[in-house]
């Protein structure tokens, strides 16, 4: 499924609110970070193994941009991006923390095996049409995330502008676009299901590691 996948890129602190609630300030310029391959998986409804012993496991939802072709200066989103999806930046939350604290990459954080679920595709309807829509994230039938990209500190032109200029973009890249607020701890257990417009894209289950 992700052998066409090439990078990976992830946007942190892109919803204001979000950034408030974990006490970061608003950055002046997209704030990126990568995730290897190895941490997708498909969200099929699955049991998926994630870390359990290493503090506090968040859940972040997120729109997720598939590049269907390469990025040159003065290309439209539209032009750019042939398919989305919804997609988990699951986060050791105290790692980042400390990570943080000493000024290491994020990696450890953000990068483990299975720290990239993401759903199945759709076709890109174009960035009018997504701006009408919701996504939701429930926890265990619960919905405790809800984002719109018209809340995003920088819109997706701004984020594929800013990736393509500084590190590169091309066909069958994937952006994880940020996190709007209501990030919270995953338990041993827990079901994360996405909706785009109230219709399911996607689940799994978490089975937390000891
Ligand atoms: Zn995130």
Redesign the pocket.
């Known amino acids: 499924m992700f052998n066409s996948i090439g990078n990976v890129y ?1 946007v ?1 602190r892109n919803y204001g609110l979000h950034a408030a609630e974990l006490g970061n300030g608003v950055p002046e310029k997209p704030m990126i970070f990568t995730k290897p391959t190895h941490s997708l998986v498909p969200m099929e409804g699955q049991i998926i193994n994630v870390p359990g012993d290493m503090g506090d496991l968040h859940y ?1 939802g ?1 729109l997720v941009l598939h590049i269907g072709k390469s990025y040159e200066k003065g290309r439209a989103v539209d032009q750019l991006v042939d398919k989305m999806a919804l997609g988990i ?1 699951f ?1 050791l939350r105290d790692v980042q923390n400390q990570i943080k604290k000493n000024g290491h990459p994020w990696l450890p954080a953000k990068g483990f095996l299975n720290s990239a679920p993401i759903t199945e595709f759709h076709a890109f309807p174009g960035l009018e049409e997504v701006k009408k829509r919701e996504f939701t994230l429930e926890k265990n039938e619960k919905e405790v995330q809800r984002g719109n990209i018209q809340d995003m500190i920088f819109d997706l032109q701004a984020i594929v502008d800013f990736i393509g200029l500084h590190y590169g973009l091309g066909a069958g890249d994937l952006i ?1 676009t ?2 709007p607020a209501g990030v919270g701890k995953v338990l041993n257990g827990d079901s994360l299901e996405l909706f785009w417009n109230g219709q399911s894209w996607g689940k799994v289950s978490v089975n937390l590691n000891q």
């Open positions: 992830c942190g972040e997120e930046d986060t994880y940020g996190t």
